[in-house]
């Protein structure tokens, strides 16, 4: 009785250790994204963030946009909160999928309510999130909700 349940159990393990197929572009990039209120509402705050450090507010980009609404989308499809498509992309991977050329980019990811507020203060309460809202580096931002519980806000260079 032991023996089908062990084997059973290492099929099971097999078959969840086996590496999903690698996302297509199109996978990794929605080019029919249109921010909304609530979008403009986190770059609102992330700006506030950056100018009481004497920072310039970032700007839109519609490619980091798009690449955000991707994302978030991708994790409510396949039911998992991470920078890395399981079994899949890396964020520098990611990145290069959609043809985002800088090499200087971070990503801040949410999941909770939908409120900008709560989002941007979680962030600002995390080091490594803090950071990319307050590089000054970073001039351009593109910000998407998913599944009406995930933020994903990626950050770039010129």
Same mark, same amino acid.
């Given at each position: 009785?032991?023996?089908?349940?062990? @084997?059973? =159990?290492?099929?099971?393990?097999?078959?969840?250790?086996?590496?999903?197929?690698?996302?297509?572009?199109?996978?990794?990039?929605? *080019? !029919?994204?249109?921010?909304?209120?609530?979008?403009?509402?986190?770059?609102?705050?992330?700006?506030?963030? &950056?100018?009481?450090?004497?920072?310039?507010?970032? *700007?839109?980009? &519609?490619?980091?946009?798009? @690449?955000?609404?991707?994302?978030?989308?991708?994790?409510?499809? #396949?039911?998992?909160?991470?920078? !890395?498509?399981? /079994? /899949?992309?890396?964020?520098?991977?990611?990145?290069?999928?959609?043809?985002? $050329? *800088? #090499?200087?980019? $971070?990503? !801040?990811? =949410?999941?909770?309510?939908?409120?900008?507020?709560?989002?941007?203060?979680?962030?600002?309460?995390?080091? /490594?999130? &803090?950071?990319?809202?307050?590089?000054?580096? =970073?001039? #351009?931002?593109?910000?998407?909700? @998913?599944?009406?519980?995930?933020?994903?806000?990626?950050?770039?260079?010129?």
């Amino acid at each position: 009785m032991l023996r089908p349940l062990l @084997a059973a =159990f290492g099929l099971a393990l097999l078959t969840a250790c086996t590496p999903a197929p690698t996302p297509s572009r199109a996978t990794v990039s929605a *080019s !029919n994204y249109t921010p909304d209120a609530q979008s403009a509402r986190v770059i609102a705050l992330i700006n506030a963030e &950056r100018a009481k450090q004497g920072l310039r507010a970032v *700007s839109v980009d &519609r490619t980091l946009t798009n @690449a955000a609404a991707a994302h978030g989308t991708l994790m409510v499809q #396949k039911g998992f909160f991470s920078h !890395n498509i399981p /079994g /899949g992309m890396s964020f520098p991977q990611r990145m290069a999928a959609a043809g985002i $050329g *800088s #090499k200087y980019t $971070g990503e !801040n990811i =949410f999941t909770g309510p939908l409120i900008p507020e709560v989002a941007v203060t979680n962030w600002m309460q995390s080091r /490594g999130h &803090r950071r990319n809202i307050l590089d000054g580096n =970073f001039t #351009k931002i593109g910000v998407a909700s @998913a599944g009406g519980r995930y933020w994903v806000s990626i950050f770039s260079s010129d």
